[in-house]
C-alpha cells in the first residue's frame, strides 16, 4: 500500500520570507512520481512541483523547490519569497499505481 | 492551454436520487481519475479508467458508483443513490500517454455535491 504523510496540518510565514513543508511517503514501487499540489479558497487543484523518482537532482519551479531525499522517503516543499498569494491548502501526492495524497498543510502567508 | 472542465460546478441533490457528474478531459489524454475530497479533508482516489474500462478503484467505490466514458469527450460519474455521506468536492482529471511529463494529471475545477 501506499501512505503519503503530511505531519504539519498548519503552518504560517511572513510575507517573503522561507517555509518548508513536509512530506514523507512510502512506496514498493521502483518506479514513482512525487507532486505537491497548491488548493487555494476555490478550491481548484494546482500542480505546483513535480519530482521523478529516478531523477536525482531536486525539482524547482520558480520560488517553489523540493528536497527530495529517496532513501528517507522524504520530500518536502520549500517556498523562497512567499507572497499573499501562496495562502492556500498544499498537498503533496504519490503516483506509483494510483494517486495517493496526503491530508494536506494549510499555509498562511501573513503581511 | 487545454484545460479539464466539470459540469455543473454545484449540485444540489436529495439522499437516495442519482446523480451524474460530468468532465470532458484533456482531448488527446488516455487516462482518466475521479477523486473526491470531502469538506476539511484529504482528496481520496475513487477510480481510474483506461481504455473504456476501470483501471483502479478504491474501497470508497463501490456499487453506488459507476463511471461512464459515453462518448469521445466526456467522462461521466455516477451516484445511483446518494447518501448524505456522499457530499464532497469530486474532481476529474485526466492525463495523456507517452513520455515525461505524461504522469502528471490536470484536474478540473471540481464539482460540489451537496445531498441533503
Known amino acids: 500500500a501506499q501512505t503519503v504523510t503530511q505531519s504539519q496540518p498548519e503552518m504560517s510565514v511572513q510575507e517573503a520570507e522561507t517555509v518548508t513543508l513536509s512530506c514523507t511517503y512510502d512506496?514498493?514501487?521502483?518506479?514513482?512520481?512525487l507532486f505537491w499540489y497548491k488548493q487555494p479558497p476555490s478550491r481548484q487543484m494546482i500542480l505546483v512541483i513535480r519530482?521523478?523518482?529516478?531523477?536525482?537532482q531536486n525539482a524547482t519551479e520558480n520560488r517553489f523547490s523540493v528536497n527530495f531525499q529517496k532513501a528517507a522517503k522524504s520530500f518536502s516543499l520549500k517556498i523562497s519569497d512567499s507572497q499573499l498569494g501562496d495562502t492556500a491548502m498544499y498537498f503533496c501526492?504519490?503516483?506509483?499505481?494510483?494517486?495517493?495524497f496526503g491530508a494536506g498543510t494549510r499555509l498562511t502567508v501573513k503581511p | 492551454e487545454p484545460e479539464v472542465t466539470q459540469t455543473p460546478s454545484h449540485q444540489v441533490t436529495q439522499m437516495g436520487q442519482e446523480v451524474i457528474l460530468r468532465c470532458v478531459p484533456i482531448?488527446?489524454?488516455?487516462?482518466f481519475y475521479w477523486y473526491r475530497q470531502i469538506l476539511g479533508q484529504k482528496v481520496e482516489f475513487l477510480v481510474s479508467?483506461?481504455?473504456?474500462?476501470?483501471?483502479?478503484k478504491s474501497e470508497i467505490f463501490d456499487d453506488q458508483f459507476s463511471v461512464e466514458r459515453p462518448d469521445g469527450s466526456n467522462f461521466t460519474l455516477k451516484i445511483r443513490s446518494t447518501k448524505l455521506e456522499d457530499s464532497a468536492m469530486y474532481f476529474c482529471?485526466?492525463?495523456?500517454?507517452?513520455?515525461?511529463?505524461?504522469?502528471?494529471?490536470?484536474f478540473g475545477p471540481g464539482t460540489r455535491l451537496t445531498v441533503t
Open positions: 482529471a485526466s492525463r495523456g500517454l507517452g513520455t515525461e511529463p505524461s504522469y502528471e494529471q490536470y
Open positions: 512506496t514498493s514501487e521502483n518506479n514513482y512520481y
Open positions: 519530482q521523478e523518482a529516478y531523477k536525482q
Open positions: 501526492a504519490l503516483w506509483g499505481n494510483d494517486m495517493r
Open positions: 482531448s488527446n489524454h488516455l487516462y
Open positions: 479508467f483506461y481504455n473504456n474500462e476501470i483501471s483502479e
